[in-house]
């Protein structure tokens, strides 16, 4: 059995040096191939016996929910705005800034849920943090009711994001009690052909305006955030050029091919994270600092895959815009 893991690794890093240059053309560009093919019949075609083929889909499917949730993490963690709206016709705009820490090699976890190693599986970095610079648009309507939306990019890959949101001021404008607010957002995932990712969120806001020199303010904010992630892949090809005793492998028929391929059957999460920061305005202009902060969790998958863990991490977002 750890003969045959070891020797898993040499499979998918050669296929790794013909499938990825030829798809990739960014650093952090992903080649989900590399991360193993999600079904013990794929192994099995490879030559790996049916036990060791379960143990190695499974921690395929570790590897991709790991993926999965880290990038989910990252597209999603902006909030950058406090409780309060821009008020009946106000609008704003900004330039974001986020840094997200990731995680990429053997990391330590609970009893029980699988360690998953090397699944980010990039062209040519590992990852420590992401840098997501997006645009941030707000617009008031009646009712203390706002509507957003970001457009987001992955600094140094070929993908972006979309997320639309709407937010509900339940309290706003008082001189005592703090600003209270919920919003939702949906998130999307674009770029790589072969990923289907989306988050969803649910947020609660609390903030409070203090006046500063009469012609600024300084605006403390806090949330707690709900964040349900899911996401799956297309069919892909896993076809290996080795077999599971290291010697190469003819050409794929037709028949063989479609034997290794697999699609990364649908994973879920719901993470919970808390995010912390201020905002300083002066006349039509605005800064936002904020760090949100998720404390980890373990996870089980609905198709039998081994359980697996996220490990917490930072996140960090700087906003610089206009309201009026």
């Known amino acids: 059995m750890r003969r045959s893991l070891a020797i898993l690794a040499a499979v998918f890093a050669v296929t790794a040096l013909t499938a990825g240059d030829a798809r990739a053309a960014e650093p952090l560009d992903l080649d989900l191939t590399r991360l193993g093919a999600p079904t ?7 030559g790996f016996l049916p036990a060791e083929a379960a143990v190695l889909a499974g921690n395929a499917r570790v590897r991709f929910a790991r993926l999965s949730s880290d990038l989910a993490l990252a597209f999603s963690a902006p909030l950058a705005q406090p409780g309060s ?3 009946y016709s106000g609008f704003a705009f900004g330039f ?3 840094y997200a820490q990731v995680h990429h090699g053997v990391i330590g976890s609970p009893v029980g849920a699988i360690v998953a190693e090397d699944y980010w599986v990039t062209r040519e970095m590992k990852p420590n943090e992401l840098f997501i610079p ?5 617009k008031a309507l009646p009712l ?8 987001m990019y992955l600094s140094q890959s070929s993908y972006y994001g979309a997320q639309i949101e709407a937010k509900w001021a339940l309290l706003e404008g ?9 919003r939702g957002a949906y998130t999307l995932v674009l770029g790589q052909r072969d990923l289907r990712l989306h988050t969803t969120e649910f947020d609660a ?7 500063v020199n009469a012609v600024s303010s300084l605006t403390p904010y806090l949330a707690g955030r709900f964040t349900i992630m899911g996401a799956s892949t297309d069919v892909m090809a896993f076809r290996p050029e080795f077999a599971a005793d290291g010697t190469p492998l003819p050409p794929a028929t037709p028949g063989e091919l479609a034997a290794s391929s697999a699609a990364f059957p ?3 999460g719901l993470f919970y994270r808390t995010t912390a920061g201020v905002r300083l305005t002066a006349f039509a202009t605005f800064l936002n600092a904020e760090v949100t902060y998720y404390g980890g969790g373990k996870f089980k998958a609905k198709d039998a895959a081994p359980a697996y863990f996220v490990p917490k991490s930072v996140t960090g977002s700087f906003k610089f815009g206009f309201e009026f």
């Open 144 to 151: 203390s009711i706002e509507l957003g939306g970001r457009f």
């Open 205 to 211: 806001i609390v903030s409070k305006r203090f006046g």
């Open 96 to 98: 974001e800034a986020t």
């Open 266 to 268: 649908s994973v879920s």
């Open 85 to 87: 709206t821009t008020g």
């Open 134 to 138: 997006s645009i941030h648009v707000r």
């Open 40 to 46: 013990a019949a794929v192994w099995e075609s490879a």
């Open 174 to 182: 008082f001189t005592v009690l703090p600003d209270v607010a919920v």
